[in-house]
Every structure is written in structure tokens, then in C-alpha cells.
């Protein structure tokens, strides 16, 4: 039985450095939880080789220096995955009554409270011990089924909000946690001489590894971040605020192998190197400029680019910052731009001959981007329950209204209105910032959640602003950071973010705010059936002046015959689409 102690304990020892090396942990708990299995299976080895009684206390107290805290960092870290918070005070008061239960562990020996005796047995070379439990010994088993019953209401919610883990997954650890409860009371009833408890508690560790696995591997943001670094060659080095060394990426340590010899949290060598000779001075320039590291961050408003070797990088300085606004230091990005770079080469040294292909590579590279922005948009609607092919039908309502509001005397332009049927797909990007728990959610929002939701308008113009300014036109750049921060306000002043009235809300967010408002009223919602034309009508009759502008409304009112036949071709490509998915 040796051998099974001596086993279970290297496993353990060797699922820790997997957990390790793979960097597959995400936060403390994580990592705790498995140091906390291979603790306490150190601690039945020794107690199995104890070779006195003085010994084996001992070994049962290491025991439950893993023991103690196991049940409540299985819990935590179930809770991180199933993206449930936990209030601070709340994990404070866990980590208390934990620490109580382990207090009383180190009373064996000096006192009764938690065991009242303890007897040292020697069998077989196997040593062990038989106890009396005291009164506080009950507070272990009931903490662990307290957990326990936690975990269920945890699967229940997390498979009624539709969460990341998959139901699969939370049965998986739903099973150990109750195996792992169950063993113990069996230990504790019937005084078993060989523990059992070390192989539950690598079974416990294995199937937490494995859900962290699967949900990392299928996780969209996940995949989505990695299919990002995969293809793209930027390089990133890290300097505290001191512009001491932090560390680089792979591909900045292939840039620049001498990276790799430099020592942490120690300044940068001046010896004759490529990064000290390109970069250093750049960086320093840009810090001694004492710009802020908050807002739009230091050096990003001056991006320049060096060369090197025969690649040309454009290079910033960012400053690195926690959640809570608090300044750690710089972040050195530096983009492959030499394909850029060539392209203008070339306008420079060739004839005008040329210049279409070089406005084709242009136009391709916008569609690229602009397709790139619509990915984003269609990944955040597809978490949102509530609004598929919204991206697509509020997009196609635009052009159809843009039609009528060029007859008008509103003097927009054409141009104006491309620029807002192009921004109209980006108008809820801010929904990426959601919590998946309120964005899926199927229901009536709570006063807190609803807060929250709103704030997507805000934090969409913003997105939309960092990713077009300095690529696309400066105008269009306005109308849709304009689209996505303004199209939920009402013309009466009770909309948001801002509460603007009137004419203060730009009219391309007036008019998104129709075409946004119709598809959510014409369409099938999780809270709701589809409205009837008619009833959508009168409703945007009714509403205007109050929530729409009244002229821009009777304008959308006017394509009625359009939007219906508009939609039905909608219906009928639906249609298609489920009949050829039921042949195949």
C-alpha cells in the first residue's frame, strides 16, 4: 500500500507542474487548488510512514493543511467558470472559516475540541490512526456538503442562463465534488484504515483541469485571441515605470535576440545592440514628453516607424494599467508594416501607371477592415439571444430609408448616407463589454442589469472610434461613433446614454434609432413574438415626436411597401435555408 501513497503523491506533484507549464490556470484559486491536492497527499504519505505517534499527528495536520481549504477552492473555482461573482467580503469570510477549521486541526494532541483521542496503529508498514471526534470536527463535513448543495444551485443557474460550461461539464463536477463528500463520510463513519482520499482528490484535480481545458478551448474569446496572435506579427516589450526590463513576446525575442540576455526588473544594457541603437532613445523621448499613461496613452497620438533589417515597424508606447486604473508601466508595440511601407515606396518611385493597382491594394484593405469590423459585430450578436440577423436587416432597412431621405428637403447627401449604412452594422459593438450573463439573459432585465446593458452605447463609440481614427475618413469616423453612441436617445430627453433632446442628437443616430426600433418590433425576440406591420407602424406613428423625430419618421413610414417586400425576402431566404438544412 506504500507504493498507492507514493503514487498518488507524484501524480499529484506532476499534474501541478502540467497545470504549471501549460499556463492553462487563470487566477489564484485555480492554481491553489491543485498545490492544495499535492499538500495533502503529501500528507497520507506521511502519515503512512510515520514511525510514531507524535509523527502521524503531524502528518495528519499537513493533511489538513490541504484538506481544510480544498472543498471551499473547489467551489470558487467553479464559480470562475460559470462566471458567477462572488462578493469580496463574502470569499473573505470563506477563507475565515476555513482557516478556523484548520485552527482547530492544530489543537490535535493539545486538546479535545476536534479530536478527543487519537490512536497510533502500525500494520502491514502502514502506519494510520483511529480517532475520537470532538465536538468541532462536525464543522468540516458540514462546510463540505454546504458546498456541495452551493455547486448544485450553481448548475442550475448556470444551465438556465446558458452560461459557457456546458451542462456536460458542470455534472462532471457536480459528481467529484459529491464522490469527494461521500468518501469522506464513509472514511469518517467507519474508520477506514487505507485512505481513500488521495486518489478522489487527484480525481477532483483531473476533472477540474479538464472542464479549464474545455472551456478554454471554447471559449470564443479564447479561440478568437488566438487565432489573432497566431497571424499576427507583432512584436511587444514590457518596461516597469522605471523602464526596467519586464519581458517580450516571441516574436520580439526573434526581432531581437539580445532581448533574451537581459535580466528582469533591471535596466536595459547599453551595450552596441539593434534595440538599444533603435528603440531606447525613441522610448525615453516619448517618456521624458511626460504625457499621461491614462486616456489615449502615451506615444499613441505620435505613431512613427524604423527600420530594421529589411522590415519596417511601426512602433508606440502604451502604458500598462489594472482594472483599477493603477499605472505598472509601458508596453513597446511594434507592427509589421513593411507591406505598408512598400506601397508607398512604389506611389514615390513609379509613374502614375501605377497608381490603380496601388488604390485597388487600398480598397481591398478596407474591405478587409470593414469586414473584419462586421466579424465583430456578427460575434457579439451571436451572443446576444436576442438579435439574430439584427446586423443584417437593420443594414438593409438603412439603404431602403437613405432612398427616401435623399427625395426630401432635409438636404442630406449622398454621401452622408452611405457614410450611415456603412456605420449601422457597428452600432451595438458595444455589446462586446456585456457580461454573457446579462447579454443572454432571456427576460426582463433587473434595475442593475439594465444599467449595465446601457452602457454599451458609450463603450461601442468608443471602440468604434479607436479602430477608424486615423484609417478611415474623419467624417465617417463621426457618423459612426455618432450611430453607436446616440442611437438609443428619445427626441423628449428620456433616451440614453446622454438624455440629449431634439436636434441635439445627431440625425444619423435619429435615423438609426428608426431602422433599430423597427427590426426589434417587426422581428422575433426571446421575450417576445413578432409585431405585425401594422402594429409596428402604429407604433412608430404614435412614438413620433416623443421618442422619434416626427419628419424623419413620416419619411420611414413612407417606405412601408418597401420594408414589407424588403422583409419577405428575408422570410423567404429563412425559409431556404431551414429547407436545405433538413435535406442535408
Given amino acids: 500500500m506504500i507504493f498507492f501513497y507514493i503514487g498518488c503523491f507524484i501524480f499529484s506533484f506532476m499534474l501541478l507542474l502540467f497545470v504549471i507549464v501549460s499556463g492553462m490556470q487563470q487566477n489564484i484559486h485555480q492554481s491553489l487548488l491543485v498545490a492544495m491536492v499535492v499538500v495533502a497527499n503529501g500528507g497520507y504519505l506521511a502519515l503512512a510512514l510515520a514511525q510514531s505517534h507524535l509523527e502521524a499527528i503531524l502528518a495528519t495536520k499537513m493533511i489538513y493543511v490541504g484538506g481544510a481549504f480544498l472543498p471551499m ?3 470558487l473555482v467553479v464559480a470562475d467558470i460559470c462566471s458567477f461573482r462572488i462578493p469580496h467580503p463574502m470569499v473573505i469570510f470563506m477563507y475565515c472559516l476555513q482557516m478556523l477549521i484548520f485552527m482547530a486541526v492544530c489543537t490535535i494532541g493539545f486538546s479535545d475540541v476536534y479530536y478527543k483521542s487519537t490512536q497510533y496503529h502500525f500494520e502491514n508498514g502502514i502506519a494510520y490512526l483511529t480517532k475520537e471526534y470532538g465536538p468541532l470536527h462536525n464543522i468540516h463535513p458540514v462546510s463540505m456538503v454546504i458546498y456541495l448543495v452551493a455547486l448544485v444551485v450553481m448548475m442550475l443557474f448556470s444551465t438556465k442562463r446558458r452560461n459557457k460550461v456546458s451542462f456536460k461539464n458542470m455534472l462532471i463536477l457536480i459528481f467529484t465534488m459529491f464522490v469527494g463528500v461521500m468518501t469522506y463520510m464513509i472514511e469518517m463513519l467507519f474508520s477506514i484504515k487505507t485512505e481513500i482520499m488521495p486518489i478522489v482528490f ?10 479549464i481545458f474545455k472551456t478554454n478551448l471554447y471559449s470564443v474569446e479564447s479561440i478568437y485571441m488566438r487565432q489573432l496572435q497566431s497571424v499576427a506579427n507583432v512584436a511587444y516589450v514590457c518596461f516597469n515605470r522605471k523602464l526596467d526590463y519586464m519581458g ?7 526581432l531581437f535576440p539580445e532581448l533574451t540576455s537581459y535580466s528582469l526588473d533591471y535596466p536595459v544594457p547599453r551595450e552596441n545592440s539593434t534595440f538599444c541603437e533603435k528603440l531606447m532613445p525613441k522610448i ?13 496613452g502615451v506615444g499613441t497620438k505620435d505613431r512613427s516607424t524604423v527600420r530594421i533589417g529589411d522590415a519596417f515597424f511601426e512602433y508606440r508606447l502604451d502604458p500598462i494599467v489594472n482594472v483599477n486604473r493603477i499605472w505598472h508601466g509601458y508596453i513597446l508595440i511594434l507592427t509589421d508594416v513593411t507591406d505598408h511601407q512598400q506601397y508607398l515606396n512604389m506611389v514615390e518611385g513609379y509613374s502614375r501607371n501605377l497608381e490603380k493597382e496601388v488604390q485597388g491594394k487600398t480598397q481591398r484593405i478596407r474591405q478587409i477592415q470593414e469586414r473584419t469590423l462586421l466579424g465583430m459585430a456578427q460575434m457579439v450578436e451571436s451572443r446576444d439571444l436576442s438579435t439574430g440577423g439584427h446586423i443584417k436587416r437593420t443594414s438593409s432597412v438603412i439603404s431602403v430609408f437613405a432612398k427616401a431621405l435623399l427625395q426630401t428637403d432635409l438636404h442630406l447627401n449622398e454621401q452622408f448616407l452611405h457614410y450611415v449604412e456603412r456605420s449601422a452594422p457597428m452600432h451595438d459593438l458595444g455589446k462586446i463589454t456585456v457580461d454573457d450573463r446579462i447579454l443572454r439573459k432571456q427576460g426582463t432585465f433587473t ?3 439594465y444599467e449595465i446593458m446601457k452602457t454599451h452605447a458609450a463603450e461601442g463609440a468608443r471602440i468604434v472610434r479607436r479602430i477608424l481614427t486615423g484609417i478611415e475618413d474623419r467624417k465617417f469616423v463621426e457618423v459612426a461613433v455618432n450611430v453607436a453612441h446616440y442611437h438609443h436617445e428619445k427626441v423628449n430627453g428620456t433616451g440614453y446614454p446622454d438624455g440629449l433632446k431634439g436636434k441635439e442628437i445627431p440625425i444619423e443616430a435619429r435615423i438609426m434609432a428608426l431602422a433599430d426600433v423597427f427590426d426589434a418590433l417587426v422581428s422575433e425576440r426571446c421575450y417576445k413574438e413578432a409585431f405585425s406591420f401594422d402594429k409596428a407602424c402604429s407604433i412608430i406613428e404614435e412614438e413620433a415626436g416623443s421618442h422619434f423625430d416626427k419628419q424623419l419618421a413620416e419619411v420611414f413610414l413612407s417606405c412601408r411597401s418597401e420594408l414589407e417586400t424588403l422583409y419577405q425576402s428575408f422570410a423567404d431566404e429563412d425559409r431556404e ?4 438544412e433538413e435535406i442535408l
Fill in 248 to 254: 517580450c513576446n516571441d516574436v520580439a525575442a526573434v
Fill in 577 to 580: 435555408l431551414r429547407e436545405n
Fill in 202 to 211: 487527484i480525481m477532483m484535480s483531473l476533472a477540474m483541469v479538464y472542464v
Fill in 447 to 449: 434595475a442593475d442589469e
Fill in 284 to 296: 525615453e523621448e516619448q517618456v521624458a514628453k511626460g504625457e499621461s499613461p491614462f486616456g489615449e
Fill in 73 to 75: 477552492l473547489f467551489f
